[in-house]
């Protein structure tokens, strides 16, 4: 009776003891779970952080002057994105509108249609409608010459976006090695070929560099999407202005 009541005993207190071992354990776990998650924020906000810190580092010199190429390429982007958005219109529609106004109600009520439409094609169709008692050939060369005209207004600034993809780089290029001439400076001052003295001014240069070309990569997206657009848009002026013609030579016969 005495052995089962000790090995009773002896059961209880190792139980106990794995219960307290473990208590720690788990308040271990769950302590270091809250301080993930606190730490979780923190890691997400700390690439905005990194990336304000690493401009600062750079200087204020060449990073405020990489700073506005990226401001004026990005207004005059999204200035000519909307203005190409804008400009697209359904050359298909307008012409078979064109088509039924000429038949039904003239020249005049072709012109009419096209002065309602907006976009450089109703543009060209006006120009082109407008000249047509001249003769065909008079209207054709007034649609090849106000589709120069439109082709221009579609490129107009898009030559300075182009600037500051070629500038951003360049001006990173200038800084990273005006900061190794600074480092090797503080090297000859010295008189000592020492890490710390131009580990910062060999930082500071690669950092220019580093977002000269990020400027550059962002503006080279926009700048190829709205060389796209405009080759599509002039394009469909081309193929417009054509079925325009032979409209104009099957009315007048």
């Not at 720690?24 to 890691?43: G, L, R």
């Not at 359904?90 to 976009?119: M, Q, Y």
């Not at 480092?183 to 070929?193: C, L, P, R, S, T």
Request: glycine share 8%; proline share 2%.
């Amino acid at each position: 009776m005495r052995k089962l009541f000790f090995a009773l005993t002896l059961l209880g207190f190792m139980t106990s003891a794995k219960a307290t071992i473990a208590t720690p354990n788990t308040a271990t776990t769950v302590a270091s779970s809250i301080t993930q998650d606190e730490e979780a924020p923190e890691q997400s906000a700390s690439f905005t952080q990194e990336l304000k810190s690493r401009f600062i580092e750079g200087g204020p010199g060449f990073m405020g002057i990489v700073l506005i190429c990226l401001i004026l390429g990005l207004a005059i982007s999204i200035e000519r994105i909307i203005f190409l958005n804008l400009a697209t219109t359904n050359s298909k529609k307008l012409t078979e509108g064109v088509e039924e106004a000429l038949s039904s109600g003239g020249v005049d009520a072709a012109k009419e249609f096209c002065r309602n439409t907006k976009g450089p094609v109703a543009s060209i169709f006006y120009q082109g409608l407008d000249r047509v008692n001249e003769g065909v050939e008079s209207a054709e060369k007034a649609v090849v010459a106000y589709g120069g005209v439109q082709m221009g207004q579609l490129e107009k600034n898009v030559s300075w976006i182009s600037l500051f993809i070629a500038l951003a780089p360049m001006l990173g290029f200038m800084g990273t090695v005006i900061g190794m001439i600074q480092a090797f400076d503080k090297i000859e001052a010295a008189g000592d070929m020492q890490p710390s003295l131009v580990a910062g001014g060999i930082k500071v240069a690669l950092l220019t560099t580093v977002f000269g070309l990020i400027v550059a990569i962002i503006l080279q997206v926009f700048y190829n999407y709205i060389v796209a657009k405009i080759d599509s848009i002039v394009n469909d002026m081309e193929d417009a202005s054509i079925s325009l013609i032979d409209i104009l030579v099957a009315h007048k016969k």
